[in-house]
């Protein structure tokens, strides 16, 4: 097993409980590596007490790491600071007593996350789902844990246009299922009460009007592979309870035959509406509900997941330019890009990003010219949009907690050093000048952070 995992010592911990909890891990193949201050990969802190500076180190750990909290003072640790830490971005919180239990239990949850990390850097995920937003980056992390180690009905909800059909077909693309068959697709918006049995069953020659042959419908071409029911909460009641019958029983009859047929498919479905609320009012099947919702996976908007923008806008580009030189966006651009409303999320900033092409002319920077006319921002967007009604949510749930105005500040400043650091790809020149700063100044406000107390036990 080559799995590289870097631990944070607990120093009220006794030495021999983590010596021999360190022993039993690396004696089943872990590369553990001590650490003072958390890095990328998989980590497992160690903590005594869950205090509020050991909550914010894994806060800290967490935007680059997945953590195991784990906990070895002989206290039992309430649900409410296990929330707290998950909370915090913990992936899991566990007791330790330095047993052979413990270790299996650590080893177990670092050995499927580093298979979900690998399937998270193949090309077939990286290539089509593009962004590292964190609510990007956990909803990736679900999608592979569904599609890979389960065989539950998925249901992806979320607005038009962020991507639920591709989140559909990476789960069949990532389903390991051998001798997986296709991937069929049924659009639920266009059927019709007349067609859609014939659509979902099909149907045998002669069996009305028009059935001049025989066909196959969509549980058949669905055996052995994947069915997709985009935005199902568009199907009546009737076809509700004519698709909870096969869902549970796996058979059904074509239209005008006596015989019966089994089908074995993995279902995934998807809806912009809320189905719970629609379950609630009558218009959606509460059992067929539960049937489809074997995992819920919420597709965040652009709104969501604004750090993804120009990656996506970068994508785009290069799609744009068919093979030709991808030119890079100047400044002014940028900010016009990631202050822009997507009232149609990813699929609006793909249509955005291809006018930009269209127009562009020439070598250099895609630039403010080639924005369309009726796209153009009537002000500055920078001024209008900053600081925006997220930013403003944000401290106004901090101020709601308690949080000291020193405290936000200083959580603001990391998290915009962070940023711009990520964006500038670790260039630590440009991420300054970005920040309107100067370097020595960017150094020593990263240096101050490192040495502030992170009580971690």
Same mark, same amino acid.
């Given at each position: 097993?080559?799995? *590289? &995992?870097?631990?944070? %010592? !607990? %120093?009220e911990m006794p030495p021999d409980a983590e010596g021999q909890i360190v022993a039993s891990l690396r004696a089943a193949g872990l590369t553990l590596v001590e650490t003072a201050e958390p890095k990328r990969g998989f980590g497992l802190m160690f903590f005594h007490a869950p205090t509020e500076a050991f909550q914010r180190t894994v806060r800290e750990a967490s935007r680059?790491? /997945?953590v195991l909290a784990i906990a070895t003072g002989q206290r039992p640790i309430s649900s409410r600071d296990k929330w707290a830490m998950v909370a915090a971005g913990a992936s899991d919180v566990i007791s330790c007593a330095a047993s052979a239990d413990d270790a299996a239990r650590i080893l177990a949850r670092v050995e499927r996350w580093h298979k979900v990390t690998s399937l998270l850097s193949c090309t077939r995920v990286r290539d089509v789902l593009i962004g590292d937003s964190r609510p990007w980056r956990q909803l990736l992390e679900q999608i592979v844990e &569904?599609?890979?180690?389960?065989?539950i009905p998925a249901l992806v909800t979320g607005e038009s246009g962020t991507g639920k059909e591709l989140i559909a077909s990476l789960i069949h693309d990532l389903d390991p299922r051998p001798g997986k068959k296709n991937f069929v697709v049924v659009d639920c918006t266009t059927l019709t009460a007349e067609l859609a049995g014939s659509e979902f069953f099909g149907h045998e020659r002669g069996a009305f009007t028009g059935a001049l042959n025989p066909r196959d419908g969509a549980f058949a071409l669905a055996d052995g592979g994947t069915l997709f029911l985009d935005e199902i909460g568009e199907l009546g009641l009737p076809m509700q309870a004519q698709l909870l019958r096969v869902i549970?029983? /796996? @058979?059904? @009859? /074509?239209?005008? *035959? !006596?015989l019966w047929q089994r089908t074995d498919f993995r279902l995934v479905s998807a809806t912009n509406r809320d189905l719970e609320a629609e379950v609630a009012g009558g218009s959606f099947r509460a059992d067929l509900y539960y049937r489809i919702a074997g995992c819920v996976c919420r597709t965040p908007s652009l709104q969501e997941r604004r750090e993804d923008i120009l990656p996506l806008a970068r994508h785009f580009l290069?799609? %744009?330019?068919?093979?030709? &030189?991808?030119?890079e966006f100047d400044l002014a651009v940028q900010e016009y890009l990631l202050t822009r409303p997507y009232p149609g999320n990813v699929r609006d900033l793909r249509r955005t990003i291809f006018r930009l092409s269209h127009r562009h002319v020439g070598p250099g920077a895609i630039t403010v010219g080639d924005v369309p006319v009726d796209e153009r921002p009537r002000q500055c967007a920078v001024e209008q949009n900053w600081p925006d009604d997220d930013f403003t949510r944000a401290v106004r749930f901090a101020v709601n907690l308690g949080v000291g105005l020193k405290a936000i500040g200083q959580a603001t400043a990391e998290a915009a050093i962070q940023a711009a650091i990520e964006q500038e790809s670790g260039n630590l020149g440009r991420a300054a000048r970005r920040l309107g700063v100067t370097d020595r100044a960017l150094q020593l406000r990263r240096a101050n952070q490192r040495s502030l107390p992170a009580d971690i036990g």
């Amino acid at each position: 097993m080559d799995i *590289s &995992v870097w631990y944070h %010592a !607990n %120093a009220e911990m006794p030495p021999d409980a983590e010596g021999q909890i360190v022993a039993s891990l690396r004696a089943a193949g872990l590369t553990l590596v001590e650490t003072a201050e958390p890095k990328r990969g998989f980590g497992l802190m160690f903590f005594h007490a869950p205090t509020e500076a050991f909550q914010r180190t894994v806060r800290e750990a967490s935007r680059s790491a /997945r953590v195991l909290a784990i906990a070895t003072g002989q206290r039992p640790i309430s649900s409410r600071d296990k929330w707290a830490m998950v909370a915090a971005g913990a992936s899991d919180v566990i007791s330790c007593a330095a047993s052979a239990d413990d270790a299996a239990r650590i080893l177990a949850r670092v050995e499927r996350w580093h298979k979900v990390t690998s399937l998270l850097s193949c090309t077939r995920v990286r290539d089509v789902l593009i962004g590292d937003s964190r609510p990007w980056r956990q909803l990736l992390e679900q999608i592979v844990e &569904v599609a890979a180690f389960t065989q539950i009905p998925a249901l992806v909800t979320g607005e038009s246009g962020t991507g639920k059909e591709l989140i559909a077909s990476l789960i069949h693309d990532l389903d390991p299922r051998p001798g997986k068959k296709n991937f069929v697709v049924v659009d639920c918006t266009t059927l019709t009460a007349e067609l859609a049995g014939s659509e979902f069953f099909g149907h045998e020659r002669g069996a009305f009007t028009g059935a001049l042959n025989p066909r196959d419908g969509a549980f058949a071409l669905a055996d052995g592979g994947t069915l997709f029911l985009d935005e199902i909460g568009e199907l009546g009641l009737p076809m509700q309870a004519q698709l909870l019958r096969v869902i549970q029983e /796996r @058979k059904y @009859k /074509r239209i005008g *035959s !006596n015989l019966w047929q089994r089908t074995d498919f993995r279902l995934v479905s998807a809806t912009n509406r809320d189905l719970e609320a629609e379950v609630a009012g009558g218009s959606f099947r509460a059992d067929l509900y539960y049937r489809i919702a074997g995992c819920v996976c919420r597709t965040p908007s652009l709104q969501e997941r604004r750090e993804d923008i120009l990656p996506l806008a970068r994508h785009f580009l290069t799609q %744009a330019c068919d093979h030709e &030189v991808t030119p890079e966006f100047d400044l002014a651009v940028q900010e016009y890009l990631l202050t822009r409303p997507y009232p149609g999320n990813v699929r609006d900033l793909r249509r955005t990003i291809f006018r930009l092409s269209h127009r562009h002319v020439g070598p250099g920077a895609i630039t403010v010219g080639d924005v369309p006319v009726d796209e153009r921002p009537r002000q500055c967007a920078v001024e209008q949009n900053w600081p925006d009604d997220d930013f403003t949510r944000a401290v106004r749930f901090a101020v709601n907690l308690g949080v000291g105005l020193k405290a936000i500040g200083q959580a603001t400043a990391e998290a915009a050093i962070q940023a711009a650091i990520e964006q500038e790809s670790g260039n630590l020149g440009r991420a300054a000048r970005r920040l309107g700063v100067t370097d020595r100044a960017l150094q020593l406000r990263r240096a101050n952070q490192r040495s502030l107390p992170a009580d971690i036990g």
